[in-house]
């Protein structure tokens, strides 16, 4: 089951044990992009989520330890990049547009 909180949301230490966060932030020229969408997809290519970019250009799923395609729909065209989520919080995954 996947899932998705706010990206500014403070998460609760005691969830990251049972939890696998997938979060990343998006720039263009060093600015956060605070319009688009992150789509998560498995590794079938099937869609299983969609979040909005916050106002820093961030963007969180809850989903579990697995590998994942990120979808980056956003002015300009779509971007993509593939990430191996373990359990816990996972480091950002960065698009640098």
Known sequence: MCGALPAQTVIDPALLATQTVVRGVVTKD?????????????????????????????????????AWTIKLLVSGGVHQQEVTAEAGDNPPVVFAL
């Open 30 to 66: 060093g600015a956060p992009v605070t319009v688009g969408y992150a789509r998560l997809h498995d590794t079938a290519g099937e869609f299983v989520a969609e979040v909005p970019l916050n106002q820093n250009g961030e963007f969180r799923f809850f989903a579990r330890p697995a």
